[in-house]
């Protein structure tokens, strides 16, 4: 019997070494903060509004403007919806029901898709609109838009309610591009590209917001849109720079991710674990991807 147990004894600890040896010459993880390209280079200069959604990265401007692209896990691009004639999408959310709504900058609208039918409708319509850019919705449906005027270098904010009505936050502000909100819902960000200024409001349940103030300025090159993960520390595509910024909430530099180009234009985060951070390029008219240390915030829910 006592043989027994020891010829036990000596197999069990031979797998385990073998199971040892198996784990260290596995296939490292991948290295964080280290960009590497996603896609192909099939995109429009128009790139942007990408989003993670149910598996799947999607993104405005597949070949040429007015459409919309899916992109399935490892990087494959196929045509998911085109726009209806005249409208140029930008900035992309999804509602609670499933629903995606993207910005339609040209027409000064919202446009909501079913991602069942594909059937695409007018969420909202306001044409004191410049054009509506980036947009950031609350956990309750409320849509925040960033309004920009490029030629004049100023910018709008606007909410939009759960029914689709449009409310003017804010006017003369500098060139408002990429907006997102606090995993709490309690803060809205807001950053004007030209001046270099990222804002802070204090955001209530209802989508009014108050105490507006500085939240970090960079001394250079221009921003584009902005996404936080569920640390609320903001990720901000610097625009020229090539560079994604990741801010804390305190509003201080942690540290910036270098990007193989240099012009990104949004980023958003998904994948298995919702780690994995797309980043829209418009130089290369591509996506590139990376592994960041904490999962986003919209991922997360």
């Known amino acids: 019997m006592i043989y027994f147990y020891l010829i036990l004894l000596i197999s069990f600890q031979a797998c385990a ?13 991948k290295e964080l903060f280290k960009s ?5 280079s099939l995109f429009s200069i128009g790139i942007e509004g990408p989003y993670f959604f149910e598996g799947n990265l999607y993104a405005v401007n597949f ?17 998911f919806v085109e726009l209806p004639p005249g ?7 999804f509602n609670k029901n499933g629903d995606m709504l993207v910005a339609d900058y040209t027409n000064h609208s919202v ?11 007018i969420f909202a319509h306001d044409r004191n609109m410049n054009q509506p850019n980036d947009i950031a919705i609350s956990d309750k449906g409320i849509l925040f838009a960033a309004d920009p005027d490029w030629e004049h270098s100023t910018g709008m904010l606007w909410k939009i309610d759960e029914t689709g009505r449009t409310f003017l936050l804010e006017k003369n502000m500098g060139t408002t591009n990429g907006i997102e909100l606090s995993p709490d819902n309690r803060k809205l960000y807001v950053n004007e590209s030209v001046q270099r200024n990222v804002w802070v409001y204090d955001a209530d349940s209802v989508g009014n917001i108050s105490g ?3 939240f970090h300025r960079f001394s250079d090159y221009g921003m584009d849109g902005m996404r936080m993960d569920v640390k609320g520390n903001l990720y901000v595509a610097r625009y020229g720079k090539g560079v994604i910024a990741v ?3 305190e509003g201080k530099l942690i540290r910036e991710i270098k990007l193989k180009g240099k012009k990104p234009t949004n980023l958003a985060f998904g994948g298995t674990d919702g780690k994995t951070v ?4 418009q130089d290369k008219r591509r996506i590139e991807a990376f592994e960041n240390d904490i999962e986003g915030k919209e991922w997360s829910k």
């Not at 590497?36 to 192909?40: H, L, S, W």
């Open 87 to 93: 409208s140029v999408g930008n900035g992309i959310r």
């Open 247 to 249: 801010l804390s909430p």
């Open 212 to 214: 507006k103030r500085l």
């Open 17 to 29: 070494q073998d199971k040892r040896k198996k784990e260290s010459t596995s296939k490292p993880e």
């Open 278 to 281: 797309f980043v829209t390029m």
């Open 111 to 121: 446009l909501l898709i079913n991602m069942k039918t594909r059937d695409i409708k």
């Open 36 to 40: 590497e390209y996603y896609t192909d």
């Open 63 to 79: 070949q040429k403007k007015g459409n919309i692209a899916v992109i399935r896990p490892g990087g494959k691009v196929e045509l």
